[in-house]
C-alpha cells in the first residue's frame, strides 16, 4: 500500500514537474490588475486588443483598441497578423475569454502578453474612462 501511494505521489510530483518546465518553455501571459493594466498601456506602447463582441464594444472600450471578436472563426488568423514585437495588452468583459486569447497569442509566437485581471468589469470598478 504505502509503495503503491508513494509511486502516485512520485507521479504527480513528476507531471507537476513537467508541467511547470512547459509553461517556462512556451512563456507566459501577465495578468495585471486594472490599475497595473491602465499604467502600462501609458508607459510602454503596444497593441490594446479588446476580444469582446460588437455588442459589447458598443458599451464602450479602452483607448483605441484594436477590435477582433473572440467568437469569430478566424480570431487566431486575424490576432497572429498584429505585430510581434509589441507587447499585447488583451481584455474582454471579465477575463476568461482574454487569458484564453492571451494563451493563443503565446503560441502564436507572441512574446509580452498582458491581460486585464476581471477585464472590463474591473476597469469600470475603477472608475477608468471609455470610448463610445
Known sequence: MKTKLLMV???????????????KQNGSFTNLSASEFKDQIQKVEGIVLDVRTPNEIAQGKIGDATEIDFY???FIQKASKLPKDQPIYVYCAAGGRSSKAANMLLEQGFTKVYNLDGGIGSWNQNGFELNK
Do not use: K
Not at 9 to 23: D, E, M, R, S, Y
Open 9 to 23: 505521489f512520485g507521479a504527480v510530483i513528476i507531471a507537476l514537474a513537467g508541467c511547470q518546465a512547459q509553461q
Open 72 to 74: 469569430e472563426d478566424d
